[in-house]
C-alpha cells in the first residue's frame, strides 16, 4: 500500500482503525474482547496472523486469543510462555515508538525459548524493507498505571513489507485502544463478579438472618436480645414467646424493662458481676404474678457491624426443677429423712460455728479488750442490729458474730422447700471460719456459760440433750410403724415450744437435741420443764393411744470446746438426771 499515495495510505488506513476500534467497544466479556482485539488486527490493519499474549496474575503470559490461521490457533492457544523470556524479547532488535521489532538476523535466537510461537518457511527478502517469515513484530500494551497488560504479536504484512511510519503509528494506536478496552473488560468483570458475590452475601446473609430469627423465635428456651452500653445499658430489644411464657409477660412489656428490674432483690450482685461476655449465671427473675422463677443466663456479644452498635445475646434456661432438686438433695444430706429436723451432721456444724478454740478461762489483753469494743461498737448499733444487717440480742449472752458471705440460716431453715414440710427449729447463726483461723479471737464473740446452775444473770447457749423414755417398748409392742409416728410428734411438739431462732435436731433412735441461745440457768431449766410436759400427753396412733417419757440434760457451750464435747457433757447430765427418777416417773414425766 505504501506505494500508492501517502494521503490515500493514511485515510483508508484511519478509516480501517475507526472502524476496527469501534468494534473494540461492543464486546462485553473480556474473552470477546481479546478476540476482537486480534481480528480486528487481521481484518482492519493488514496482517495476516495476529495474537494477544495476556499477563496472568503471577506475571506469566499466556496466549489468549489468536486470529489468522486456525491450526496455529489450536496449536498454541492457551500456552503460556514466562515473563523473563518475554522482557528479554522487549529489549531485543529495533524500538519503533514503543513497538518492538526484532528482524530474523537476530531472532533466530529465540527459536528455543519458552514463548509460544508460530511461523511458515519463505523465500529470503529480495529487497531490504521485504517481511521475512521469520520476522517479528511486538505491541506491548500497557495499563494507566503503567503496568504491562499484554503484548499484541503480528506476522506476515498482507503487502509482504515491513511497515512504514504510518502503518507502525496505526498499530501503535490500536494497541493503546486495545489497552483500554482490556481494561475496561476486566474492570466489567470485576464488577460483575463482585456484584454477583455480593449478591450471594446479601443472600447469605437473608438467609442467615431469617435462620437466627427463626432459632430465636422457636426456641424452646427463653431468648433476649438487649441493648449493650450508655443510658439504655440492659434494655431489652427483643423477646422469643418461651422468655415470655417463663415470666407470663408479653413482649410488648417486658421491652419497657431491663434484667435488672426483673432479678430479684437479692440476685441483683450476682447479675451485676456477671460478664457481658461469655458471662453465666444462676438468679431469679420475677413473674407477672410476683413470684420468682430459678434461670440460668448466659450472654453472648454480638456486632451489629464493624464500627456499629453491640448487642447483648442472652439466653435464659429454665432451672427451677433443677434447684428444687438441688434444695431437696441438700434437704436431705443436711435433715433426718423421717421428722425433717437437722441431722447430727448439721447440728454439729450448727454449734461448731459458735465454738472456737481459745477457753474461757483465758483473759483478754487490755488491747484485746479494746479491740472487741470498738468491733461491738461498729458491729452492734441501736438495739442490736448487726453491721451485716442480721438481728442480735441486747443480753449479755448475746452472740452476733455474722461472718462474711451468705447468711446460711437467715431465722428459718435454710432447707424449707416450698410448699414441702418444714424443718422445724431455726438458726444458730451462719457457718464461721474454721477454728485456729487467723484474726478469729479478734473478731468472733465468745460464748460463755453459767458458773453454775443458780441463775447469776449470765445468759448462755444452753443444750438440752433429750432421750425418750419407754419409746422401745412401743416399738417391740407395736411395731416401727407406730414408733415412728412417735418420733414425728415428738419433733413436732419440740418445735412449736421453741422460738424461731432455736435449733431442734434429731440425733437419731429417740435422741434429741434443743440449742437456745441467750438462756440463764433458771430460762433453761423452765424450757426443759416445758418440753418434757409437752411430750408426755398421749399420741394418738392408728386409733391407739401410747405415751413416752422424755429425760432432759442441760450442758452449755463454750469456747474453748468442741461440738463433741458440748454434746457428750449434756448426754452425761441427761443421764443423771434420768438415774435419778425412778422407772415409774420416768413414763410420766
Same mark, same amino acid.
Not at 502 to 509: E, Q, S
Not at 563 to 578: F, G
Given at each position: 500500500?505504501? !506505494?500508492?499515495?501517502?494521503?490515500?495510505?493514511?485515510?483508508?488506513?484511519?478509516?480501517?482503525?475507526?472502524?476496527?476500534?469501534?468494534?473494540?467497544? !461492543?464486546?462485553?466479556?473480556?474473552?470477546? !474482547?481479546?478476540?476482537?482485539?486480534?481480528?480486528?488486527?487481521?481484518?482492519?490493519?493488514?496482517?495476516?496472523?495476529?495474537?494477544?499474549?495476556?499477563?496472568?496474575?503471577?506475571?506469566?503470559?499466556?496466549?489468549?486469543?489468536?486470529?489468522?490461521?486456525?491450526?496455529?490457533?489450536?496449536?498454541?492457544?492457551?500456552?503460556?510462555?514466562?515473563?523473563? @523470556?518475554?522482557?528479554? +524479547?522487549?529489549?531485543?532488535?529495533?524500538?519503533?515508538?514503543?513497538?518492538?521489532?526484532?528482524?530474523?538476523?537476530?531472532?533466530?535466537?529465540?527459536?528455543?525459548?519458552?514463548?509460544?510461537?508460530?511461523?511458515?518457511?519463505?523465500?529470503?527478502?529480495?529487497?531490504?524493507?521485504?517481511?521475512?517469515?521469520?520476522?517479528?513484530?511486538?505491541?506491548?500494551?500497557?495499563?494507566?498505571?503503567?503496568?504491562?497488560?499484554?503484548?499484541?504479536? %503480528?506476522? /506476515?504484512?498482507?503487502?509482504?513489507?515491513?511497515?512504514?511510519?504510518w502503518g507502525r503509528e496505526a498499530l501503535q494506536m490500536y494497541a493503546f485502544q486495545a489497552a483500554i478496552a482490556i481494561s475496561n473488560a476486566r474492570l466489567r468483570a470485576n464488577m460483575q463478579r463482585a456484584l454477583v458475590r455480593l449478591e450471594r452475601e446479601q443472600q447469605a446473609l437473608r438467609a442467615s438472618e431469617?435462620?437466627? +430469627?427463626?432459632?430465636?423465635?422457636?426456641?424452646?428456651?427463653?431468648?433476649?436480645?438487649?441493648?449493650?452500653?450508655?443510658?439504655?445499658?440492659?434494655?431489652?430489644?427483643?423477646?422469643?414467646?418461651?422468655?415470655?411464657?417463663?415470666?407470663?409477660?408479653? $413482649?410488648?412489656?417486658?421491652?419497657?424493662? @431491663?434484667?435488672?428490674?426483673?432479678?430479684?432483690?437479692?440476685?441483683?450482685?450476682?447479675?451485676?458481676?456477671?460478664?457481658?461476655?461469655?458471662? +453465666?449465671?444462676?438468679?431469679?427473675?420475677?413473674?407477672?404474678?410476683?413470684?420468682?422463677?430459678?434461670?440460668?443466663?448466659?450472654?453472648?456479644?454480638?456486632?451489629?457491624?464493624?464500627?456499629?452498635?453491640?448487642?447483648?445475646?442472652? =439466653?435464659?434456661?429454665?432451672?427451677?426443677?433443677?434447684? /428444687?432438686?438441688?434444695?431437696?438433695?441438700?434437704?436431705?444430706?443436711?435433715?433426718?429423712?423421717?421428722?425433717?429436723?437437722?441431722?447430727?451432721?448439721?447440728?454439729?456444724?450448727?454449734?461448731? $460455728?459458735?465454738?472456737?478454740?481459745?477457753?474461757?478461762?483465758?483473759?483478754?489483753?487490755?488491747?484485746?479488750?479494746?479491740?472487741?469494743?470498738?468491733? &461491738?461498737?461498729?458491729?452492734?448499733?441501736?438495739?442490736?442490729? =448487726?453491721?451485716?444487717?442480721?438481728?442480735?440480742?441486747?443480753? $449479755?449472752?448475746?452472740?452476733?458474730?455474722?461472718?462474711?458471705?451468705?447468711?446460711?440460716?437467715? &431465722?428459718?431453715?435454710?432447707?424449707?422447700?416450698?410448699?414441702?414440710?418444714?424443718?422445724?427449729?431455726?438458726?444458730?447463726?451462719?457457718?464461721?471460719?474454721?477454728?485456729?483461723?487467723?484474726?478469729?479471737?479478734?473478731? =468472733?464473740?465468745?460464748?460463755?456459760?453459767?458458773?453454775?446452775?443458780?441463775?447469776?444473770?449470765t445468759k448462755g447457749l444452753a443444750v438440752l440433750f433429750c432421750d425418750l423414755d419407754g419409746f422401745k417398748s412401743i416399738n417391740d409392742r407395736f411395731g416401727h410403724h407406730t414408733g415412728d409416728a412417735v418420733l414425728i410428734e415428738v419433733a413436732r411438739r419440740l418445735t412449736t415450744c421453741v422460738r424461731d431462732g432455736?435449733? %431442734?435436731?434429731?440425733?437419731?433412735?429417740d435422741e434429741f437435741v434443743v440449742l437456745a441461745d441467750g438462756l440463764g440457768a433458771a430460762d433453761a431449766a423452765d424450757l426443759a420443764v416445758r418440753l418434757r410436759s409437752a411430750i408426755i400427753p398421749p399420741i394418738r396412733v392408728d386409733g391407739r393411744a401410747v405415751r413416752v417419757g422424755a429425760s432432759f440434760g442441760?450442758?452449755?457451750?463454750?469456747?474453748?470446746?468442741?461440738?463433741?464435747? %458440748?454434746?457428750?457433757?449434756?448426754?452425761?447430765?441427761?443421764?443423771?438426771?434420768?438415774?435419778?427418777?425412778?422407772? $415409774?416417773?420416768?413414763?410420766?414425766?
Open positions: 500500500m505504501e !506505494t500508492e499515495s501517502e494521503p490515500y495510505v493514511r485515510l483508508a488506513t484511519l478509516r480501517q482503525l475507526h472502524r476496527v476500534v469501534a468494534e473494540l467497544n !461492543t464486546a462485553r466479556s473480556l474473552a470477546d !474482547t481479546l478476540q476482537t482485539v486480534v481480528d480486528g488486527i487481521v481484518v482492519g490493519l493488514g496482517y495476516e496472523l495476529a495474537c494477544v499474549n495476556l499477563v496472568r496474575p503471577d506475571g506469566d503470559l499466556v496466549v489468549a486469543a489468536f486470529a489468522g490461521d486456525p491450526a496455529a490457533e489450536a496449536l498454541i492457544t492457551g500456552r503460556v510462555g514466562s515473563r523473563n @523470556s518475554w522482557e528479554r +524479547r522487549l529489549t531485543m532488535g529495533e524500538n519503533w515508538d514503543g513497538l518492538r521489532f526484532i528482524p530474523h538476523t537476530e531472532g533466530w535466537v529465540l527459536m528455543e525459548d519458552d514463548v509460544p510461537q508460530w511461523h511458515t518457511e519463505g523465500p529470503e527478502p529480495r529487497f531490504e524493507d521485504e517481511w521475512h517469515p521469520e520476522d517479528r513484530l511486538y505491541a506491548p500494551m500497557y495499563a494507566s498505571g503503567g503496568e504491562l497488560l499484554g503484548v499484541i504479536s %503480528v506476522d /506476515r504484512p498482507r503487502n509482504g513489507r515491513r511497515p512504514g511510519a431469617e435462620s437466627f +430469627r427463626q432459632a430465636f423465635e422457636y426456641a424452646p428456651s427463653g431468648m433476649a436480645i438487649a441493648e449493650m452500653g450508655g443510658d439504655q445499658h440492659g434494655r431489652l430489644l427483643r423477646t422469643n414467646d418461651a422468655l415470655c411464657r417463663l415470666l407470663g409477660r408479653p $413482649a410488648s412489656v417486658l421491652r419497657r424493662y @431491663s434484667f435488672s428490674d426483673l432479678v430479684h432483690p437479692e440476685d441483683i450482685g450476682t447479675l451485676l458481676r456477671t460478664s457481658a461476655e461469655g458471662g +453465666r449465671a444462676e438468679l431469679r427473675l420475677g413473674r407477672r404474678d410476683g413470684t420468682y422463677v430459678w434461670v440460668s443466663l448466659r450472654n453472648s456479644v454480638v456486632a451489629d457491624a464493624a464500627d456499629g452498635p453491640r448487642f447483648l445475646l442472652t =439466653h435464659v434456661e429454665d432451672i427451677e426443677e433443677r434447684k /428444687r432438686h438441688e434444695l431437696q438433695l441438700a434437704h436431705r444430706a443436711s435433715h433426718d429423712s423421717l421428722t425433717g429436723l437437722p441431722n447430727s451432721a448439721e447440728l454439729r456444724a450448727r454449734l461448731g $460455728a459458735r465454738l472456737c478454740r481459745r477457753p474461757q478461762s483465758v483473759r483478754a489483753t487490755a488491747v484485746e479488750a479494746l479491740d472487741a469494743a470498738y468491733e &461491738g461498737r461498729e458491729g452492734v448499733h441501736a438495739g442490736g442490729r =448487726h453491721a451485716g444487717g442480721h438481728e442480735t440480742g441486747g443480753g $449479755a449472752g448475746d452472740h452476733g458474730f455474722q461472718p462474711d458471705g451468705p447468711d446460711r440460716f437467715p &431465722g428459718s431453715d435454710p432447707f424449707e422447700l416450698p410448699g414441702g414440710p418444714g424443718a422445724p427449729g431455726g438458726s444458730m447463726g451462719p457457718l464461721v471460719p474454721g477454728p485456729g483461723t487467723a484474726g478469729a479471737y479478734d473478731h =468472733h464473740v465468745h460464748t460463755v456459760a453459767p458458773a453454775t446452775d443458780i441463775d447469776d444473770g432455736d435449733t %431442734v435436731a434429731r440425733l437419731g433412735g442441760i450442758g452449755w457451750a463454750s469456747c474453748g470446746m468442741s461440738a463433741d464435747e %458440748v454434746l457428750r457433757s449434756a448426754d452425761q447430765r441427761m443421764y443423771i438426771e434420768k438415774r435419778s427418777r425412778s422407772k $415409774a416417773h420416768r413414763r410420766a414425766g
